[in-house]
């Protein structure tokens, strides 16, 4: 699995993907859904939004094979042939991939990054490893047209139910 076109970002929250496999379904990312990727890798940020602190410093979800729908808002809705949407039940980032954790949260501070602009080989395979998790899951389910938010990206959106 070539990680050239990946793109790696940190999530404040969860929703966006949600469980149909569509990213931006909220407008999270906005442009950045715009940019050339084949696929993405989402992890989750050092301190997440209020009632999502369970997704901190995990592989969140993963999308192999990006396919650009129609746009909304600030970019396009996109689907992928591998979902797989972990949340916090997501592998710990810096013990799976301890370079890349360190070129987005140590070294960098990034809130995001294109594979294609690291060129440190043990960090594309740390890359490459994460997206091999993705082969075995299915495609995104996808949602019909008319059925993302109509709002932008917030907190709102996505508080947790309490039990």
Known sequence: ??????????RTHKGDPDKSGTFG???CMGRVRNCNFDSVIGVGVKKPWSGHEDIALKIN???LGATRNR????????TFKHFCLFEERGHDFKKWAPKLFKHMFVDKMVRFVLSSSISDDN??????????IAEKYPKSR???YG???????????FKRKSK
Request: with cysteine; glycine share 10%; aromatic share 8%.
């Open 71 to 78: 746009k909304f808002k600030r970019g396009y809705l996109i």
């Open 147 to 157: 059925k993302q938010s109509n709002g932008k990206c917030t907190g709102k959106s």
């Open 123 to 132: 960090i594309q395979k740390e890359i490459a490893k994460i997206l091999r």
């Open 142 to 144: 996808g949602l019909p």
């Open 25 to 27: 379904i909220h407008d």
């Open 1 to 10: 699995m070539c990680s050239m076109h990946t793109l790696i970002y940190k």
């Open 61 to 63: 979800w993963i999308g």
